[in-house]
């Protein structure tokens, strides 16, 4: 249903001659005026109204899109079953936990005492090497 009414060319013209003979030529160009100041004034009036029915619109859509989001992360399957699968592997995790702490204590518990790098080497013996030459005497060999 067109609530819009349908002037023709035929309409427009006898609209201007009614004009032109109530009003007159010289009172014309500002009935004009006036005429078009009152509808650019309703179509501003009408795009006010659009646009803030389409503002209400749109914060409701946004609410109902809200309450969605909120309803999907409440009852989300794949978030049930994430922390189902963490629970279950706790034990596991804090059991491998507890072997890496022993086997690190183990590897990086000293042995026995450290030897201090600066004492001197007693226990080292003087020398290992042998005289590869002979002592010699008096130039002859013995």
Known sequence: MNLVPQFGFFELVMVAIVALVVVGPKELPRLMRMAGKMFAQARRMAAEFTSAFDQMARESEMEEMRKEIAALKDNNPLADAKREVDAA???????????????????????????????????????????????QTGGKAP
Do not use: F, Q, Y
Request: aromatic share 0%; charged share 30%.
């Open 89 to 135: 592997m706790r034990p596991v995790e804090n059991m491998v936990r507890a072997e890496a702490g022993e086997l690190r204590d183990a590897v990086t518990k000293p042995v026995g005492p450290v030897p201090d790098p600066n004492a001197p080497a007693a226990d080292k013996p003087a020398s290992d090497k042998t005289d590869p030459e002979p002592a």
